[in-house]
């Protein structure tokens, strides 16, 4: 996938960001540099975190990045140095360790976004985008599901390219939310729902449909779009009443009815493929709406071949309907 593609749109003519860098290797701060400064007005470069909490009163960047193993001040210090002396900047972490835990800490800390060191050149630059837009950029599904853990809705976003590894991160993610208790639901295109299926079953899992026995539901996306899209949009009443199935779904095959209900969808993979990217981006829209109240997590995968043609904008427009936005490790 191009930087074109994986980058939010910016008006024309728009004033390039701030960021101010901190990391206390200077040969990486001088490759964050140089990675950045196409897109952001690199504002200052520090090995020390004091130094930049110094720095960003003066500077008031726009966005941080900010190492997290550190002498001195480390990178959570650092925040809440930052925070203490005023600044609203957003902070993007950046690390060598991807551990569930650490990076869950790290967003409990207060970063909007985390970004493995090894992965800097296809991340950073879509990690600053979006957290600048104030969503959150995670490294991995299993991170998007943590994050989810709070109280209310979630609707968030993966970006994938090779369909094996993605299938992987699937099961993988669905494994934690069945562990975990939760109700489950999946509505994905046959390149992704039958290896799925295989992959669940071989963890143990029994996949099947609307059932009280049946914890985790799989269904092809296409039957699903049939229950509420008509002449190419989703009608708002039958997209609510598919949503309320689901809740029912959630409280009868839960604990006490009161874990959460994860779902995976890629619906928007065959709108577009017909020419109906703007019913796909409307749905989204919708499902947000309706769903403000109800106790789900949505993830919905969108394969970079949504992007490969139509207008620039698509990218942002998409990822505008989420909470919070991931790019496969494949990308």
Known sequence: MSDRLSRVHRPTGSAKPKVLLVDDHRVI?????????????????????????????TIVPDVVVLDINMPGLDGFQTLRALEQSGSRAPVVFLSLIDAEDYVAEAFRRGARGYVLKRRLVHDLGSALDQVLHGRLFAPSLSALYRLAD????????????????????????????????????????????????????????????????NQCVLFDVNEVLNRFMRNGRAVPELLAELAGELDQFRRAVTKHGTSRLTIFANTVAPLIANGNAEGALELENQWNVITRDRPFFTLCGYATSCFHDGPSDRWSRACAEHWAVSQASDL
């Open 29 to 57: 701060l001088d490759r964050l540099a140089s990675l950045l400064s196409d897109d952001f007005e690199v504002a200052g470069l520090y090995t020390d975190g004091l130094q930049a909490v110094e720095a960003a009163s």
């Open 150 to 213: 709070g109280p209310g809705p979630s609707h968030a976003m993966q970006l994938y390219g090779d369909v094996p590894s993605f299938v992987d991160s699937l099961a993988a993610f669905f494994d934690l939310a069945l562990r975990r208790g939760d109700a489950t639901f999946i509505a994905a295109t046959e390149d992704l729902r039958e290896p799925l299926r295989t992959r669940l079953r071989a963890r143990g899992w029994d996949v099947g449909g609307f059932s009280e026995h």
